[in-house]
């Protein structure tokens, strides 16, 4: 690199011997643990550029974070530096022109309260939670992705600091392979992302659906539900289903308010249409089991955000999960098998997510973008979590249980849901596009600064 002068840190640092470090070094996902040299709150570009500027001279590892949520703890390091970069949460909008430029420590619920104070929106996940920086880079899954499609599918330009601490600007004009590659292989592969500059669609009032069931209607429920996803179904309507049993002492859990009256079974969606509509389309759901709770309304986008986001966990916790691509109906065989793991919860909490995709996602070619499985109908996400560190085994081993009993129904796992007992990670994540995502890793760092468990290796 040739650097000759000592690099000076910048931003806001936090030392280990600071009284701030154990709260700036932890994780969303508490099961992790670790204890970085050095974490660096970043206020500007130029604090990023310094900071991977001290890390090469010093020749320290180095860890990205925005909102700590990576499934694997892989946005902290022991004895390296982790660049935070969720103090950097600017956004600005372009109303006339529909667009929204976005500094990368933004978090989901503050770019959606932001935008849709302006009537817009970039469909950014369901987690409020979560950093745009993730979720972006990794796909994006939101209640708006079936009429839609992906986060990352709203992606004009991203600004990044690469390994030799230079800024660049990518999009379809410039460094278009490193674009490419960006929507949809994770982050922290190839750079320190920290802007983006996003398309903005106009949103104003939405159909908002909330039904569910006891467990006795688990089957016939989850065959109904799947008809939404198929091919042909109406695309207005981006489904989810909940399925919850194990401890309601668990707090950290999915199933929103866990008040008594909460069920175990719990179908949300949101239509870009009237709420009769909806309604008229939901009628083979509503008339499956014995509903115990029905919503149906035409509610203003930022109250549904709301709504959604508090079904969502809270507080950080100790959890294992794994997000599974559907690309079929599930047949009789692999509704049993969920069947078989919802009955027997480990002493921990856990819930299965089912998340309809398809639609808009599956109109762009899998070769398009980074992002390869843009033809599944749906993903089902497995989620074991615990409240005591002794739950952690059986939490951990029911989850990796499950997944290995679902793989005939499933191919290929979401990149922003890493699991590192996957042997055969480059496929599961990024079927045919792994080989290009390698040379586009060669290109852009090809000293592999950038390395953690399961990333991007240079060609
Ligand atoms: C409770 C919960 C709910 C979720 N809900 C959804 C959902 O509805 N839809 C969905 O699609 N996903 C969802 N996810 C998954 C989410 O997309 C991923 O966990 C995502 O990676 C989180 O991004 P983050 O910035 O919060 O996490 P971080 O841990 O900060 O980062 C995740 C990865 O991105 C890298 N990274 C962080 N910042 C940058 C940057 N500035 N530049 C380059 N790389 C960077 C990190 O190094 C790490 O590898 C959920 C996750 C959780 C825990």
């Not at 000076?8 to 508490?30: C, F, M, S």
């Not at 667009?99 to 503050?110: C, E, L, S, Y």
């Not at 489904?239 to 929103?256: D, E, H, R, W, Y």
């Not at 986008?301 to 100790?318: K, M, N």
Request: glycine residues 8%.
């Amino acid at each position: 690199m040739g650097l000759c002068m000592e690099p000076q840190l910048t931003g806001l640092i936090v030392w280990p011997d600071d009284v701030h470090y154990d709260a700036a070094r932890k994780e969303w996902n508490t099961l992790f643990n670790k204890f970085p040299l050095v974490i660096v709150f970043a206020q500007d570009t130029e604090d990023v550029v310094n900071a991977v500027r001290w890390a090469r001279y010093w020749n320290i590892p180095i860890r990205t974070r925005s909102g700590r949520h990576s499934y694997e703890g892989l946005s902290a390091v022991d004895g390296g530096i982790v660049i935070d970069v969720s103090q950097m949460k600017q956004v600005n909008v372009d109303g006339r022109h529909g667009v929204a430029t976005v500094q990368t420590g933004t978090k989901n619920i503050d770019l959606y309260h932001i935008l849709g104070a302006k009537g817009l929106v970039v469909p950014a996940g369901v987690c409020p939670t979560t950093g745009i920086a993730g979720v972006t880079l990794g796909g994006g899954h939101s209640m708006l992705t079936r009429p839609w499609g992906l986060t990352l599918d709203h992606l004009l330009e991203l600004e990044m600091v690469d390994a030799n601490g230079c800024v660049l600007q990518a999009s379809a004009n410039r460094h278009a392979d490193l674009f490419w590659a960006y929507r949809g292989s994770g982050g922290g592969n190839f750079g320190i992302c920290t802007s983006f500059c996003f398309r903005a669609r106009r949103i104003d009032t939405v159909g908002f659906a909330e039904i569910s069931w006891n467990m006795t209607d688990l089957e016939t429920v989850l065959r109904t539900w799947q008809s939404y996803t198929f091919p042909g179904a109406d695309e207005r309507l981006t489904p989810t289903l909940f399925i919850t049993s194990g401890l309601k002492s668990v707090q950290s859990n999915f199933a929103g308010d866990q008040s008594p009256d909460s069920f175990p079974v719990v179908m949300q969606g949101v239509f870009l249409g009237p709420a009769t509509e909806l309604c008229h389309l939901l009628q083979p759901l509503l008339r499956t089991g014995s509903p115990r709770k029905i919503t149906i309304e035409e509610l203003p986008w930022l109250e549904v955000v709301d709504r959604l986001s508090a079904t969502q966990p809270t507080t950080p916790s100790p959890f294992k999960s794994t997000d599974c691509f559907i690309y079929d109906q599930l047949p009789e065989t692999a509704i049993n098998t969920i069947r078989r793991f919802i009955d027997d919860p480990p002493t921990s909490s856990v819930t299965v997510l089912f998340h309809g995709l398809g639609g808009a996602v599956a109109r762009v070619p899998s070769h398009a973008t980074a992002y390869f499985h843009r033809q599944a109908w749906s993903k089902i996400a497995i989620w074991s979590t615990w409240d005591t560190p002794d739950g952690a085994p059986p939490g951990i081993r029911w989850e990796e249980e499950f997944r290995k009993a679902i793989l005939p129904y499933t191919w290929g796992v979401y990149v922003n849901s890493p699991n590192l007992a996957i042997k055969n990670w480059p496929m599961a994540y990024y079927g045919d596009n792994f080989e290009q995502l390698t040379r586009v890793k060669a290109k852009y760092d090809p000293e592999n600064v950038f390395h953690f468990p399961q990333s991007i290796p240079p060609v």
